[in-house]
């Protein structure tokens, strides 16, 4: 009776939250995962920025997932508690490029890990625009200290490189099990 209900919960579908600051990523992040396994298309969908939220739906290795892409916008943030409710991880998406906004990213992580309906969950960072040759070991370095034991991986991606993303991807599903 016991594998049977661990099989039907391995099948749930599983609730990702998407959240970063604006212009970090989240929706480029979300489309990628979207063209997984990768399909050969004559031109990239185009996906406008997040004003609210974002929700789709999709399979990743033959399981379902729900993403959700919420706005990073200041305004909007306060209410990204509401959708914390029945999550089974979280992606963060920075701007790695934007190291003038690095306080206000780790603030709001710090925020995120502290939360209690989040701090099962596992955490994947992704230090998003890489190609544009930030600081990467200042990053890992801040985003480090923000997680110390918690469940986290941290991954460089790029809107040119869908592998990156979907690595990452793949140890967060994991870690849902």
Same mark, same amino acid.
């Given at each position: 009776? !016991? /594998?049977?209900?661990?099989?039907?919960?391995?099948?749930?579908?599983?609730? @990702?939250? &998407?959240?970063?600051?604006?212009?970090?990523?989240?929706?480029?992040?979300?489309?990628?995962?979207?063209?997984?396994?990768?399909?050969?298309?004559?031109?990239?969908?185009?996906?406008?920025?997040?004003?609210?939220?974002?929700?789709?739906?999709?399979?990743?290795? *033959?399981? %379902?997932?729900?993403?959700? #892409?919420?706005? !990073? *916008? $200041?305004?909007?943030? %306060?209410?990204? %508690?509401?959708?914390?409710?029945?999550? *089974? !991880?979280?992606?963060?998406? &920075?701007?790695? /490029? #934007?190291?003038?906004? &690095? #306080?206000?990213? &780790? !603030?709001?992580?710090?925020?995120?890990?502290?939360?209690?309906?989040?701090?099962?969950?596992?955490?994947?960072?992704?230090?998003?625009?890489?190609?544009?040759?930030?600081?990467?070991?200042?990053?890992?370095? %801040?985003?480090?200290? @923000?997680?110390? +034991?918690?469940?986290?991986?941290?991954?460089? $991606?790029?809107? +040119?490189?869908?592998?990156?993303?979907?690595?990452?991807?793949?140890?967060?599903?994991?870690?849902?099990?």
């Amino acid at each position: 009776m !016991g /594998a049977l209900l661990s099989r039907l919960y391995y099948y749930r579908e599983k609730k @990702v939250i &998407i959240l970063g600051l604006d212009n970090s990523g989240k929706s480029t992040i979300l489309s990628q995962l979207l063209k997984y396994p990768k399909k050969k298309t004559m031109r990239e969908p185009y996906m406008p920025p997040t004003l609210g939220f974002n929700m789709q739906k999709t399979t990743f290795k *033959n399981r %379902k997932y729900s993403l959700w #892409d919420l706005s !990073g *916008n $200041s305004n909007i943030r %306060k209410y990204w %508690k509401c959708y914390f409710t029945g999550c *089974n !991880g979280v992606i963060f998406v &920075i701007d790695a /490029a #934007d190291i003038g906004r &690095i #306080d206000e990213n &780790i !603030g709001i992580l710090n925020e995120l890990v502290s939360d209690e309906e989040l701090k099962q969950l596992p955490f994947l960072v992704f230090l998003h625009k890489f190609d544009k040759k930030p600081n990467l070991e200042l990053w890992w370095e %801040k985003i480090g200290e @923000v997680f110390q +034991k918690r469940k986290h991986k941290i991954c460089r $991606s790029t809107y +040119k490189e869908e592998s990156t993303v979907y690595a990452g991807f793949a140890w967060l599903a994991y870690e849902m099990k």
